[in-house]
């Protein structure tokens, strides 16, 4: 039953009116800001990744994931990778290996090139498309500082990285722990999480530093990125071709220490000498492992001898912290200055 | 100063027409631009750009013919060697200062020695940036980056002067004063055409236009002539806005002429009104005897439509 | 020229029976770039409601913005902007202010309203918020269907657009817009304008337009602050500084004859200035039907007025003045 008398007004109060009035109104509401301002940055520079069908991003995801998973089944497959290599005789040997971190500093090393990939896609028109298209000036315009911005920026890239290099050695790292408990792998190694994160965050920081650097300071994307891969692949040839010579003259005068670094002057170098710290493995252990592990060995122990081709020790570790800070805070410096000198409004 | 013969439009366009593909950029477009200055009016995107790409020789039209100076500009040294050109866009060596820019573009057009160093010397000087021309054109504001740009047009005394958005970035008195500059060329004999979106100084600037939409030619000549075609045009009503005393009583005198098609009273005020006519000449001879009869006191008496902006409008938007 | 409009009644959430107070401050500002002093001594008030702040180039108009901004330290003296010091308060003051830049800006591949509703987002908004403001204001600002295309593929007047909206989304209650009509075409031109004037009256936001357009500041503007090395040098509302001394009208003929001004002569009318066919003159004060006076003169010497009205001082004319003087 309908009402056909309409309902008065309280006292008052205005009788809403039949006409939404649709002129401009101001807007009233909340205006907090996330207790970290550069979150909704951080979040668009990932959704530009994530929603774009970007497969130069999905594609290195994907093979990473596929890596660690044949690590995981090789190692459900060769019992003997579980033997210890100590007791073939082997003079090289430093001490018994851990075969899970070996696995996973495997792991570590077989997805450089698609970091490499993954952080070109991401990340070269990460700031260089804002510069061509001037986006600073808006973002300045909100209470943001340059600060917030580079960071935003930087975890938006460094997220997404650490997405292909953490999650699928967690992963691998899962089924160990399922897996093997039983033969007590997680009281043996309880520190083991702890240098998975550390060892995968650590590329992830690298080349999201160098990548943001490079795009800070061009104003197309396509030469951040080629110029990122530039300096990464000279960079892995000059130490590669550095580290042989070296290596011949080393025999004789056995400094290897020298060697060691040196030969590792190179992006790759660098994240994989500390990761070898990290996952407490020495590059004799990663030979044999690569080699085919013990049942070789057992056949034909005078072929084990020290190979020509790698260097033997591990690099020193304060250095190569060094360095890899180097490679963090110059290039995010050098992106600080150039965000510094946009200029809001131009006289 | 080189002059031409004045019998010869120094622009001529002969059924000159342009396409990229399947868009048009100019269609059909036949005009011819004298000494003096001429203004290129138009919405964006209406082909004004290759208008003048093809006066300055960087594009050559797809059928029809443009001429310069009696000639097609299109890699024609004697014509670009009269020719005088300051694009919108805004690129330049920004570790260059201001004297060094216009000297290495003087230095391109042939000159040297002394004669290198007056003309340089004289162009920074009309475009008033003498005491600012050693800084870095990098530090320049865009008013300052304009002035130069002005400068290396007019370095080689062209006959012909094609400038785009001239004042784009100039306070007034910048404005003036490149107003004023091209005031002078083109009393000198120059022919200056102009591309510009701010009707105002348009109006104050020439009388001559070219009005281009959707890469045709809509109407070109003297405003003047323009506004006397647009009020042969019966078909399309004016409006005259007044301040009056007694509009009511003087809008039933008006509404006896012919030419008045309606009246409108204005709400908030009692002394406005607003009157609708198609025949706006015999209207306003019509009205100073209707005035003076009733002994109204007008104190305001406005027609907007015969503003360029307004009457531009009315010729965009015609069907 | 302006075409006089009839004001809005103030916002309805002003209380106050007297103007609402400035929304800007500042009081003995010295601000320097390096060894140099751009602003010395600066001391303005910039009040509610539409302000246009002219001057020549240098004189210290960027500097003013930037330091109202929070993006400069003054050297000293205090700049208060709702009440916030720029010194100390930078950020919260952003979070009020909009700012529509002068150069082309956005944010790359992002359609209109997801690039809109992103601002809102950085100002603090929260993201359904956001992405409501967002189509509301880019309703109001004319951006229909279009504002689902990216933005690369604009024209410059719908750029411009998306630069107010921007400005707008998170509702501040200061607006600084500059040079809002560059590169736009005369229709997109007027539009803007309209916008610019409809958005600062009555809608709870004061507006400052820096433009070298002086029509564009008669046009939206109610009154003007006029800048020059770094000092202000004239400040008021339009109406006040283009009050005319005598009474002067500006007439405009179809064609203009000699025999007009002659005609008005006896009466005491004479020629200040013309330019083509539109003329300036000059009445005896309170002289009572300057109408009539012109239609007689016409009929005798046989040409036909088109139009004439009380004539102001022209803004370019202020201004001239102002930063003439010394």
């Given at each position: ?7 008065p ?9 039949a006409?939404?009035?649709v002129?401009?109104?101001?807007y ?5 800001t ?7 940055i ?32 090789m ?5 003997n990778?579980?033997?210890q ?12 290996a851990?075969?899970?971190a ?31 298209a ?9 209470p ?21 290099t ?10 160990f ?21 550390a060892?995968?965050l ?11 650097g490079?795009?800070?300071w061009s ?10 891969a ?12 550095v ?15 020298m ?17 070898m ?6 590059p ?25 081709f790698?260097?033997?020790?591990r ?13 963090i ?19 | 100063m ?10 001529s ?27 290129l009016l ?14 300055t ?16 500009p ?38 040297r ?14 475009v ?7 800084r ?15 400068a290396?047009?007019?370095l080689?005394?062209?006959s ?24 002078t060329?083109?009393?000198e ?32 000549g003297s ?7 647009m009020?042969?045009?019966?078909q ?10 007694r ?14 098609t309606?009246v409108?009273?204005g ?5 406005h009104?607003?009157?609708e ?8 001879d ?11 006191t ?22 | ?15 106050e ?18 060894s ?73 591949g ?19 918020q ?18 689902y ?6 024209s ?81 509302s339009?109406?006040e ?21 002659q ?14 066919s ?15 006076a ?25 201004f ?7």
């Amino acid at each position: 039953m309908s009402r056909s008398v309409p309902i008065p007004p309280s006292p008052g109060i205005a009788a809403p009116s039949a006409i939404t009035d649709v002129t401009y109104r101001n807007y009233d509401g909340a205006l907090k800001t996330h207790t970290f301002r550069w979150w909704p940055i951080a979040v668009a520079t990932i959704r530009a990744s994530v929603n774009r069908k970007k497969l130069g991003f999905w594609i290195p995801v994907g093979l990473s994931f596929l890596i660690y998973f044949f690590l995981g089944i090789m190692f459900y497959f060769n019992q003997n990778l579980r033997q210890q290599m100590s007791d073939t005789g082997n003079f090289m040997a430093a001490g018994p290996a851990n075969p899970y971190a070996l696995s996973l500093y495997q792991g570590m090393i077989s997805t450089h090139l698609l970091v490499v990939i993954a952080a070109i896609t991401v990340g070269a028109s990460v700031i260089a498309a804002d510069n061509r298209a001037n986006a600073l000036l808006v973002y300045l315009s909100k209470p943001l500082t340059r600060v917030d911005y580079l960071v935003g920026k930087w975890m938006g890239v460094f997220l997404l990285l650490a997405a292909l290099t953490l999650t699928p050695a967690l992963l691998l790292f899962l089924f160990f722990a399922v897996a093997y408990n039983s033969d007590g792998f997680l009281k043996e190694n309880p520190t083991l999480i702890l240098r998975v994160i550390a060892a995968s965050l650590l590329p992830a920081a690298v080349h999201t530093s160098l990548i943001l650097g490079f795009s800070a300071w061009s104003k197309t994307p396509r030469l951040a990125g080629a110029l990122y891969a530039a300096l990464y692949f000279i960079t892995g040839i000059l130490a590669g071709m550095v580290g042989s010579v070296l290596l011949q003259k080393d025999t004789e005068n056995n400094n290897s220490k020298m060697t060691a670094i040196i030969s590792r002057l190179s992006i790759d170098g660098v994240t994989d000498g500390i990761g070898m710290s990290i996952y407490d493995v020495t590059p004799d252990q990663i030979v044999s492992r690569m080699q085919g592990g013990g049942r070789r060995r057992r056949r034909n122990p005078e072929a084990e001898k020290p190979s020509s081709f790698t260097v033997q020790e591990r690099p020193n570790l304060p250095i190569m912290l060094l360095i890899a800070g180097v490679l963090i805070a110059v290039p995010l410096t050098a992106a600080y200055r150039k965000v510094r000198a946009v200029e809001v409004i131009r006289g | 100063m080189v002059s031409t013969s004045p019998q010869l439009p120094q622009i001529s366009f002969q059924h000159a027409s342009r396409w990229y593909g399947q868009v048009i950029g100019l269609n059909d477009v036949s005009c011819e631009v004298g000494p003096g200055l001429t203004a290129l009016l138009g919405p964006n995107g209406a082909g004004k750009s290759t208008f003048i790409k093809m006066v300055t020789g960087q594009l050559r039209p797809t059928t029809g013919r443009v001429l310069v100076m009696g000639e097609p500009p299109f890699a024609n040294a004697r014509v670009l060697g009269k020719l005088g050109y300051c694009p919108e866009i805004d690129s330049f060596y920004e570790e260059m200062s201001g004297r060094e820019f216009v000297t290495q573009l003087a230095t391109m057009s042939g000159y040297r020695g002394r004669e290198l160093k007056e003309r340089v010397d004289r162009s920074i000087e009309r475009v008033g940036m003498t005491d600012r021309c050693d800084r870095k054109l990098g530090g320049y504001s865009k008013g300052m980056r304009q002035r130069i740009k002005v400068a290396q047009a007019i370095l080689h005394d062209p006959s012909v002067l094609v400038l785009d958005e001239p004042l784009n970035g100039l306070d007034p008195v910048g404005r003036r004063e490149i107003v004023t500059l091209m005031t002078t060329l083109a009393a000198e004999g120059c022919c200056v055409l102009v591309s510009s979106h701010i009707l105002y100084e348009v109006e104050q600037l020439t009388d001559n236009i070219l009005l281009m939409q959707r890469g045709r030619l809509l109407a070109r000549g003297s405003v003047q002539d323009i506004r006397d075609e647009m009020d042969g045009d019966t078909q399309t009503p004016r409006h005259i806005t007044l301040t009056v005393d007694r509009p009511r009583r003087m809008a039933a005198d008006l509404l006896t002429l012919p030419s008045v098609t309606g009246v409108r009273f204005g709400i908030a005020s009692q002394t406005h009104m607003e009157v609708e006519t198609n025949d706006p000449r015999s209207f306003f001879d019509a009205l100073p005897d209707i005035t003076i009869a009733g002994d109204y006191t007008v104190e305001n008496l406005q027609s907007p439509d015969d503003h360029l902006e307004a009457m531009l409008r009315i010729l965009l938007n015609r069907k | 020229m302006s075409i006089a409009a009839a004001v809005p009644s103030s916002a309805p959430n002003s209380l106050e029976t007297d103007s609402p107070p400035p929304i800007a401050v500042v009081k003995e500002l010295t601000v320097r770039y390096g060894s140099r002093t751009v602003l010395g001594n600066l001391s303005l008030t910039i009040p509610a409601g539409c302000t246009g702040l002219l001057g020549p180039n240098g004189a210290g108009k960027t500097t003013l913005i930037k330091t109202l901004m929070g993006f400069l330290t003054p050297a000293s003296g205090e700049a208060l902007v709702m009440g916030m010091n720029v010194a100390t308060d930078a950020l919260g003051i952003r979070q009020r202010i909009g700012l529509m830049p002068e150069q082309d800006c956005h944010i790359p591949g992002m359609s209109a309203v997801q690039f809109v509703a992103y601002a809102g987002e950085l100002a603090g908004m929260p993201p359904e918020q956001a992405i409501r403001r967002a189509h509301e204001v880019l309703e109001y600002c004319g951006l229909g269907e279009a504002r689902y295309r990216e933005v690369e593929t604009y024209s410059t007047g719908m750029k411009q657009r998306i630069k107010l909206a921007q400005a707008l989304v998170h509702g501040p209650k200061l607006l600084f817009l500059d040079e809002p009509t560059n590169g736009i075409d005369p229709q997109g031109r007027d539009e803007m304008l309209d916008l610019i004037r409809d958005v600062s009256h009555g809608k709870g936001l004061s507006v400052v337009v820096s433009s070298h357009l002086l029509p564009d500041i008669e046009r939206t503007c109610d009154s003007v602050i006029v800048m020059r090395g770094g000092q202000v040098m004239r400040q008021g509302s339009l109406q006040e500084l283009s009050q005319t001394t005598e009474l002067q009208y500006e007439v405009e003929l179809l064609a203009f004859r000699d025999g007009f001004v002659q005609a008005l002569a006896p009466q005491g009318g004479t020629l200040v200035s013309r330019q083509g066919s539109k003329l300036r003159l000059a009445f005896p004060p309170q002289m009572p039907n300057a109408g009539r006076a012109l239609f007689e003169a016409a009929r005798v010497s046989g040409t036909q007025i088109r139009g004439f009205r009380l004539a102001q001082r022209r803004l370019e004319d202020v201004f001239m003045e102002a930063i003439e003087q010394e």
